[in-house]
């Protein structure tokens, strides 16, 4: 019996995430300061709305979360967060404007040679790099699925962690 109200701080972060997408490519240039300060902060806003989705489901178990409950509560909230901003994003950068996905993949690999030339990297260690980038990049949708996929790796260690943490078996006398 899987009740969908506990999906909903999923949705949420998912919506969030949509809509600061949507922002970013409209109004701000991402790779600014006021870009990366906005989506590290949606980052931290998801990440705690879906944490909040544990307290929220130990609240309303009368404080006891099994660990399977709490991995579960945190996690499924992840990964329908997840699953709605690279839906967004795989839309936006294949369907909607190649040309943005363009963009991105171009400044990505031009900030990452100027880096680094700055660290003194020799030239023909940059240029491997740059023919590296240019395979491994945004235009690549095996690239988007393998950070998805890290995504999740990374939020599946947090979400053991949490649960750990939070978790609070019923005792024995009041089962």
């Known amino acids: 019996m899987f009740d969908t109200q506990k999906l909903k ?45 544990v307290i929220d489901a130990k609240k309303k178990n009368g404080g006891y979360l099994t660990f399977k409950e709490a991995f579960s509560a945190f996690m499924l909230n992840r990964i329908v967060n997840i699953v709605l901003a690279m839906g967004f994003m795989t839309l936006l950068y294949f369907v909607i404007d190649p ?14 040679i100027e880096n680094m030339e700055k660290r003194g990297a020799s030239e023909e260690v ?37 649960a750990a943490g939070l978790k609070r078996d019923v005792p024995e006398e009041l089962r």
């Open 99 to 112: 040309d943005f996905r363009e963009s991105i993949a171009e400044k990505t690999t031009a900030m990452q």
């Open 9 to 53: 701080f999923g949705y949420i972060a998912g919506g969030l995430s949509i809509l600061v997408l949507l922002l970013t490519y409209l109004f701000i240039d991402q790779f600014s300061t006021v870009g990366k300060v906005v989506n590290n902060g949606i980052v931290a806003v998801n990440l705690g709305l879906c944490i909040y989705a």
């Open 126 to 162: 940059i240029l491997q790099q740059a023919e590296r980038l240019e395979q491994y990049n945004l235009n690549n949708p095996i690239v988007l699925f393998w950070t998805f996929m890290g995504s999740i790796v990374f939020n599946a260690l947090v979400g053991l962690l949490l």
